[in-house]
C-alpha cells in the first residue's frame, strides 16, 4: 500500500515561513514525481509547485514563483516545500502527491492534479494578516 504523509502545516503570520514535509512509503521513490496541491475552503484544489524524479526539473504556480522552494530526498523518501513571505491567500490545506513516471517521462514534473495517483492526507497551513 502507498502512503503519503504531509506534516509541518501550522498557524504563520503574514511575511513569514513554514516548511512541509511529505513521508512517502513509495519503493524507489526517484520513478516518481511529486507534487504540491493545496484547497481552501469553497475553491477548487490547485496545483502549487512540482519536481521531477531526480529533481532535474521543477515547476511552480505562478502565484507562489520566488516565495516557495520545492525538494526532495529519494534516499529519505521524502519530498519537501519551503514556503517563505507566505501571505494571507496562501491558507489552504496542503497536499502531498506521486506521479509514477516511465523512463521517457522521468524528467517530467507535471502540474496536472489528474496524473498523480498517490495523495497524502494534508496538512492545514492558515496565514494571519
Known amino acids: 500500500q502507498v502512503v503519503l504523509v504531509e506534516s509541518g502545516g501550522g498557524l504563520v503570520q503574514a511575511g513569514g515561513s513554514l516548511r512541509l514535509s511529505c513521508a512517502a512509503s513509495?519503493?524507489?521513490?526517484?520513478?516518481?514525481?511529486m507534487g504540491w496541491f493545496r484547497q481552501a475552503p469553497g475553491n477548487e484544489r490547485e496545483f502549487v509547485a512540482s519536481?521531477?524524479?531526480?529533481?532535474?526539473?521543477?515547476t511552480y504556480a505562478d502565484s507562489v514563483k520566488g516565495r516557495f522552494t520545492i525538494s526532495r530526498d529519494n534516499a529519505k523518501n521524502t519530498g519537501g516545500l519551503q514556503m517563505n513571505s507566505l501571505k494571507p491567500e496562501d491558507t489552504a490545506v496542503y497536499y502531498c502527491?506521486?506521479?509514477?513516471?516511465?523512463?521517457?517521462?522521468?524528467?517530467?514534473?507535471?502540474?496536472?492534479?489528474?496524473?498523480?495517483?498517490?495523495w497524502g492526507q494534508g496538512t492545514p497551513v492558515t496565514v494571519s494578516s
Open positions: 513509495i519503493r524507489t521513490l526517484s520513478l516518481y514525481a
Open positions: 519536481i521531477s524524479g531526480n529533481g532535474g526539473t521543477t
Open positions: 502527491a506521486a506521479d509514477f513516471a516511465g523512463p521517457l517521462r522521468r524528467a517530467l514534473a507535471s502540474t496536472r492534479e489528474d496524473e498523480y495517483e498517490y
